[in-house]
């Protein structure tokens, strides 16, 4: 795509997986690291992708909404559980309108529910 910033944070969040044993079929918490990366081809009139501050506040009042939250309050009916990929849509979607207006082309979003194991999307938010 060419050029990109981005950054991460890491919230704390309740979920469970439906069907599953104990400790994933019950409520519990894990330590959500989201990493977002905004993306276009050339640079703006200021030589950025997009201003940091406007994507770390994006990002911050985003998570701010589930910190310490159980996560069903934001499960799409189509969805059995808020997996980390269902996760990581949720927070494409809900960032994209804010970054698309602050330059960016693209938008990824990734979530670690462990140093190892993530889930994510990715999707070109051009006007």
């Known amino acids: ?3 990109e910033v981005g950054l991460h944070k890491t919230v ?5 997986m439906p069907g599953k044993p104990p400790p994933e079929g019950e409520p519990h918490h894990h330590d959500y690291r989201f ?4 993306a ?3 640079l703006d009139e200021q ?5 940091l501050d406007v994507l770390e506040a ?3 009042a985003m998570l701010a909404r589930i ?3 159980d996560l069903e309050m934001i499960r799409p009916p189509e969805a059995a559980a808020v997996t980390v990929e269902v996760l ?3 927070a494409h979607d809900t960032l994209a309108d804010t970054v698309r207006k602050a330059g960016a082309q693209t938008l990824s979003v990734r979530v670690w529910e462990s140093p190892e194991a993530f889930g994510g999307y990715s999707a070109s938010i051009a006007a």
Not at 12 to 16: E, K
Not at 35 to 38: A, I
Not at 47 to 51: A, L, T
Request: with cysteine; net charge negative.
């Open 40 to 42: 276009r081809e050339r």
């Open 47 to 51: 030589d950025m992708v997009c201003d």
């Open 88 to 90: 990581a849509r949720w």
């Open 58 to 60: 994006a990002l911050g």
């Open 12 to 16: 704390r969040a309740i979920h469970q």
């Open 67 to 69: 910190e310490d939250q």
């Open 35 to 38: 990493e977002v990366v905004v």
């Open 1 to 3: 795509m060419g050029y």
